[in-house]
């Protein structure tokens, strides 16, 4: 299992995006969690196999509410992290 850390940029909060990771996240496997950030991005971190976190970035531009526009991810891993159980909004 990998643990990476998301940091979204571009017009993501306040369009639906955390809500869109989710839907996503729940249907592919992934758990985590999502939150703004004061700057205007928006903090992921996921966790499943690497598999499934590619596949999470890779399709994640298609899958966002139409209003939403990710300008860059940048991805970092982490290895110690606690196990989570579910993808939640925090």
């Not at 940029?9 to 950030?37: M, P, W």
């Not at 890779?58 to 891993?77: G, Q």
Request: proline share 3%.
């Amino acid at each position: 299992m990998e643990t990476e850390k998301l940091l979204f940029s571009g017009r993501v909060q306040g369009v639906g995006f955390r809500y869109s990771c989710k839907i996503f996240a729940d249907e592919i496997g992934l758990t985590g969690t999502i939150h703004n950030d004061s700057n205007g991005n928006v903090t992921a971190i996921v966790q499943g196999s690497q598999n499934l976190i590619n596949k999470f970035t890779s399709e994640l531009p298609n899958k966002i509410s139409p209003w939403a526009r990710i300008a860059k991810v940048e991805r970092t891993k982490i290895l110690d992290n606690p196990v989570y159980h579910d993808f939640r909004i925090i």
